[in-house]
């Protein structure tokens, strides 16, 4: 008999060459391009309208002098904050019946005024469907108070020059820093879900083409299928690791390249996880290989029971909640090292990459990651063991193939027999 | 025979939801020859197979491969065709005979080169880079036979290997078989249509609704039954009617009777003295078709008749 990873290498480069040299596999590396590209255009046309949209406009219906003072203290106050944290102003030459004129501006589609400001500095008038507490309001009454008080510091030559601002720098604050190692802790987990959920759930199907070719039978023939499910497994976690090899080295190269901003070759942020960068990433590549190898395991498993691509169609969406469930529970102890949940998260195999990256993300300590990285290729082990049984056990003692989520279809299989 | 036996097998079960597929059943393949399990669609047959390889595990009973009690601890020895059969359609001819060398620890590279040779050996030089899409189904099912064979297995397991192929893929097929057990490999194959086992097989296993009825030399099947005697006499009545065997059937002036136990010369010399007036006589050993239906039964015959209709139509 050949050993179960010679056997395992045999499917795996079978699969591997199958999938990375075919056509398919070129859109399979366009496809973060074509997303992204999507994203950026519908982003920058949705944005450009929504900006429009979103920021209310006041029409100002007052003398030049209060309109100018108001412009000026939006000027002011928007340059120590954002050009959106205020309405826009638009000046309006006041007419004979003020009133008269605010009900015919808020009716004016063309305008489109969310507000009219009438009056003076002094007595201000707000017109329009305004909630006292709401944005418009606050804001135009902050503008008017700034307005006022600097005409009253002028009149009085009494502005002070602008203070300015010593800066002691020191090392992080430790506020500061927990705050930005939370973000690499979910950052890290976003990373490995999301690359994860695409590509795992690819093993779903994979099965399917040796049981529809009907070439399941000449591989359990000749060799474990254990071998069969680790190697299967295995090509898909090549592909993954190619398509994340060319999709980070694209990145980098461009950046480097057009948008230099790594002109001095790579260099990572002041603010480092616990663990140290170097350290951090390539657990980062381990929890990844385990999280796609646990969760490849569980959805070959699964996927290997369907008899067809409408089987595996249904069971997609439980398999993709699942997925979204322990990453909701990796990601709600961050923070947390100790007590049930974080426990639970940490011991759970299909959370646990998750929850470790996010303790080397907050934690010096390097043995837990031994320990977990260990615990989860046992489990790896497990499932595939498992999974090759429960096929066996299922789907090939039936030459109907009967199929684990059809009860009709193991109807036919037992009349078949 | 013991100790050179390729495929030993006893007490074989196995049964699918509470219905019994193989019911205790005992194989014995000498090593280098060539065996056929004869039996219709549905006797059991494949299940036999799956289970003397280890793709299914028996129920009760043991079996052992080529010496060894796990049957994947022979499978670099040992190369199979479905009867399902199953190829990458993305596959050259050359790439997927060799993957299933591979699978059976042949290295690649090697694969790759008696696969091109296999191909031209038999004609098929051409279609060495073809992928496996592009093929018929025959030329596709003697594909798959040559990956079955390429890593030089001990034993080859064929399971219907004649199913849906045309003349010219059998008679490849057969060319194959006789050239496989000539260099010492050891053929055993299912099938229901009984010529293909008459031509090529020493030994067989008739087997019918999940049990062996017969198992031994070809020859000893066709023995079980005595020479048949076909008769065309001149006169229809006479003293000689009362020399012929009680069973003898006619039509018209022609008669068919077992040869009786005296042999012969009685027989000949009483029709002579009869008045028979013998136009025609001649002594036709049985074959193997008569000895399934004597030792299967006639519903088993009709069946495997059935099986062979099918097939011939899906050939066509």
């Not at chain 1, 646990?352 to 082990?381: G, R, T």
């Not at chain 2, 090593?31 to 299914?56: D, F």
């Not at chain 2, 079996?63 to 009867?83: C, N, T």
Request: hydrophobic residues 50%; neutral net charge.
């Amino acid at each position: 008999m050949i050993s179960l990873f010679e056997a395992a290498w045999v499917i795996a480069r079978r699969d591997f060459v199958a999938s990375v040299f075919s056509r398919t596999f070129i859109l399979f590396l366009l496809a973060p391009l074509i997303l992204i590209g999507f994203a950026i255009f519908f982003g920058t046309m949705t944005d450009a309208q929504d900006e429009a949209a979103a920021q209310p406009t006041v029409a100002v219906v007052a003398d030049s002098a209060t309109s100018a003072a108001l412009a000026a203290a939006r000027e002011r106050l928007a340059a120590g904050t954002s050009e959106h944290s205020f309405p826009v102003l638009r000046n309006v030459a006041p007419a004979e019946r003020v009133a008269v004129q605010a009900q015919q501006l808020l009716a004016d589609e063309h305008g489109a005024y969310s507000a009219v400001l009438s009056g003076t500095l002094d007595r201000p008038v707000l017109t329009g469907p305004i909630k006292a507490d709401g944005f418009v309001a606050r804001r135009l009454q902050l503008l008017i108070d700034d307005a006022r008080r600097t005409a009253a510091l002028r009149a009085a030559a009494a502005v002070p020059p602008p203070a300015a601002l010593e800066r002691v720098v020191t090392g992080q604050a430790a506020g500061n820093l927990r705050m930005i190692r939370r973000g690499v802790a979910r950052g890290g987990q976003a990373l490995i879900f999301t690359i994860t959920m695409l590509l795992a759930t690819l093993l779903l199907s994979t099965l399917v083409e040796e049981k529809t070719n009907k070439v399941i039978e000449v591989l359990a023939a000749a060799v474990p299928l254990d071998a069969v499910f680790l190697g299967k497994l295995l090509a898909m976690l090549g592909i993954s690791l190619v398509g994340l090899a060319l999709w980070g080295g694209t990145i980098v190269l461009t950046s480097t390249f057009f948008l230099r901003i790594f002109q001095d070759w790579v260099t990572l942020p002041d603010v480092a996880p616990a663990i140290g960068w170097p350290i951090w990433i390539v657990l980062l590549i381990l929890y990844y290989t385990t999280n796609f190898m646990l969760l490849g395991a569980l959805f070959l498993g699964i996927g290997a029971q369907a008899s067809n691509i409408r089987e595996i169609q249904t069971i997609s969406m439980p398999v993709t909640l699942l997925q979204l469930l322990v990453f909701l529970l990796a990601f709600s102890v961050v923070g947390r090292s100790s007590g049930a949940l974080a426990m639970t998260a940490y011991v759970v195999p299909f959370s646990s990459p998750l929850a470790m990256i996010a303790f080397a993300a907050q934690s010096e300590k390097l043995w837990p990651h031994l320990l977990a990285l260990a615990w989860q290729a046992i489990w790896v082990v497990l499932i595939i063991r498992v999974s090759a049984r429960l096929f066996k056990a299922t789907v090939l003692k039936s030459a109907a193939g009967g199929s684990f989520f059809s009860f009709r279809g193991r109807k036919r299989a037992r009349a078949a027999a | 025979m013991q100790g050179h036996l390729a495929i030993e097998a006893s007490g074989l079960v196995k049964s699918f939801d509470g219905k019994r597929a193989v019911d205790g059943i005992d194989l014995a393949v000498p090593e280098g020859s060539i065996y056929g399990i004869l039996g219709p669609n549905g006797a059991g047959k494949t299940t036999t197979l799956r289970m003397l390889l280890g793709i299914i595990e028996p129920d009760a009973g043991r079996r052992r491969l080529l010496g060894h009690d796990r049957p994947l601890e022979a499978a670099r020895i040992v190369g199979y065709l479905p009867e399902e059969r199953g190829l990458y359609p993305a596959m050259t001819t050359r790439e997927a005979i060799a993957f299933m060398g591979a699978l059976r620890g042949l290295p690649l590279e090697v694969g790759r080169k008696r696969a091109a040779i296999l191909l031209e050996e038999n004609g098929l030089a051409d279609y060495v880079d073809k992928p496996i899409k592009s093929l018929s189904k025959g030329m596709a099912q003697t594909i798959q036979l040559f990956g079955t064979i390429v890593h030089k297995p001990k034993l080859v397991v064929l399971d219907e290997p004649f199913s849906g192929l045309d003349a010219i893929n059998q008679g490849r097929l057969e060319h194959l078989i006789r050239d496989e057990a000539a260099a010492g490999t050891t053929v055993i194959f299912s099938t229901h249509v009984i010529h293909h086992a008459e031509r090529l097989c020493e030994r067989v296993a008739i087997i019918a609704a999940g049990r062996i009825r017969f198992e031994g030399l070809v020859s000893e099947a066709r023995d079980r039954l005595r020479p048949q005697v076909r008769l065309k006499a001149r006169n229809a009545e006479g003293p000689w009617r009362g020399s012929l065997p009680a069973g003898a059937r006619h039509a018209g002036d022609l008669w068919q009777f077992e040869l009786p136990k005296g042999g012969i010369e009685p027989l000949l010399r009483a029709l002579i003295d009869g008045g028979a007036g013998i136009e025609e006589l001649s002594i036709e050993r049985p074959g193997l078709h008569d000895a399934f239906v004597a030792i299967a039964g006639e519903t088993a015959a009709r069946e495997m008749e059935a099986s062979e209709q099918a097939e011939l139509g899906e050939a066509a």
